[in-house]
């Protein structure tokens, strides 16, 4: 229900009114102003999706500083999990602003990075020694795991999958797959990557140990095995489109790799954190990978990410080896131990499944009433995604996909897009959103579709 009515929030977090309600014309008057001062000061190449400018977020929604409210589908592309501002967050980054900003952990140590690691050594599938180091980004992290991999097992050939995204840094852009726009023009990139063909289950028919079969052949043949460092997987691939690989790729790669001495390294940045409504993606599959790179919902949005894995793998890096000015600011790690803990005492996990029944009915029903143009509903708990066809084909629609966004947004609703051929829709919503919020969201996507085909 869009209302009309103005008012004003004095802060984010759960307080703020969740409602959706559009009260000027997009952008208003004040984003518009904005987004002018943004051409003059912003270099072109980041072109915010959405065209308003927020003052507050809180629970499921996100307020422009024009007074509009809008659903939040995308959680900051699955970062606050636990809610924008969500109040225990926000108490312990007060109370560590106010003790202290920064020290550096590597030169003078704080209590909240070593906690940090406990719970991610503690959270990560497996029950192995583990041990653990922190960065800002999740670039970051995956560069620090190839870097520990390649240490340990003195190797040096990595192998990445079709549709993969770790990253823009210089290694991690030669990591991901997309071609426009991640890398175009920014070449030439980090030698020793190879992609190899990914289990796609709307796209390809194979069953995942086929599939599993078909890569590790050509991992054998193109590069030797014992060449190989480490595999590096998203559990579900997320830019690349929530692509959930068939059952038992993930395992029969996993096999492979402890076959071959190689490293299986999960990055769980997008999937991870109780976003598919378990703690990690990969444990859907039982698979328990050798390192985990986590960031995004580790911190309900402050800059923090993670390599965690086996104790004698992370232990085989040199002193002074790995580090950073920023890496695991105390700020971060104090949001992160608050988020862990907003997590566990409210079973964010639940929720996250819960969420996932909602949205794949309220998916279903949307699919049955559009006429062929969604191929494809997939993704687990709060991390869903419908892959748009031209009707009753596998032809990818991303022009239907701009229709529907635009007039989501128009209506109040952010959701936002994914996939290698640009025609994915993805819903992230923040795990405390309401299932009043969520399905007003879903009756406007609804229309959306209805009026876009
Ligand atoms: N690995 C699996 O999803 C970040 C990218 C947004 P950073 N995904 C969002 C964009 O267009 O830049 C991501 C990911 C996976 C690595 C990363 C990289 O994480 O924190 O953006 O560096």
Redesign the pocket.
């Known amino acids: 229900m869009t209302e009309t009515t103005t008012f004003t929030p004095t802060a984010g977090g759960p307080g703020l009114p969740q409602v959706r309600r559009i009260v000027t014309e997009l952008p208003g008057p004040k984003s518009a102003a904005l987004m002018a001062r943004r051409d003059a000061a912003v270099a072109n190449a980041l072109s915010p999706g959405l065209p308003a400018y927020i003052e507050y977020a809180g629970g499921g929604v996100l307020v422009d500083v024009d007074g509009n409210s809008f659903i939040d589908m995308a959680s900051g ?1 699955a970062v606050t999990t636990v809610g924008n501002a969500d109040p225990r967050v926000v108490a312990a980054v007060q109370k560590q602003a106010a003790a202290f900003t920064h020290t550096c952990f590597m030169i003078a140590p704080y209590e909240g990075y070593v906690q940090v690691c406990e719970a991610l050594n503690r959270l990560t599938p497996g029950d192995h020694a583990k041990k653990s180091i922190l960065l800002n ?4 992290a ?1 560069e620090n795991a190839v870097k520990i991999a390649r240490v340990y097992t003195k190797r040096q050939a990595i192998v990445v999958f079709e549709h993969a ?4 840094t210089n290694l ?1 852009m030669a990591l991901t797959a997309k071609n426009m726009p ?1 890398k175009e023009g920014f070449g030439p990139f980090a030698g020793e990557i190879h992609r190899m063909p990914m289990s796609y289950p709307f796209r390809n028919s194979e069953s995942g140990p086929e599939m599993a079969d078909i890569a590790t052949t050509r991992i054998d043949k193109e590069i030797g095995g014992h060449n190989v460092a480490a595999i590096i997987i ?1 559990p579900i691939m ?2 690349g489109g929530f692509i959930v690989p068939a059952p038992g790729f993930l395992k029969a790669l996993r096999d492979y790799c402890t076959a071959n001495g190689i490293l299986l390294v999960a ?1 769980e ?3 991870g954190f109780g976003r598919t409504g378990a703690w990690f993606a990969c444990e859907h599959e039982g698979v328990v990978p050798d390192l985990i ?1 986590t ?2 919902g580790i911190a309900d949005g402050m800059p923090l ?1 993670a390599v965690t894995g086996r104790a004698e793998v992370m232990d085989s890096v040199h002193k002074s080896g790995l580090g950073g000015t920023y890496s695991g600011n105390p700020v971060a790690c104090a949001a992160a131990l608050a988020a862990i803990e907003t997590f566990e005492k409210d079973d964010l996990l639940a929720r996250a499944r819960h969420i996932e029944t909602v949205m794949k009915a309220r998916l279903a029903d949307i699919q049955a009433a559009t006429g062929g143009v969604i191929g494809d509903i997939r993704g687990r708990g709060a991390m869903i995604a419908i892959e748009m066809v031209q009707p009753d084909s596998k032809e990818p629609n991303a022009g239907i996909v701009g229709k529907v966004v635009a007039h989501c947004v128009k209506q109040g609703v952010f959701i936002i897009t994914a996939g290698t051929y640009g025609n994915v829709i993805r819903f992230l919503p923040p795990l405390v959103i309401s299932d009043q919020l969520l399905n007003d969201a879903f009756d406007v996507i609804k229309e959306a579709f209805l009026a876009s085909v």
């Open positions: 592309i980004s999740g670039a970051e995956v995204y770790h990253g823009r991690t991640y998203e997320g830019e990055d940045i997008q999937t790179t960031a995004k990410s």
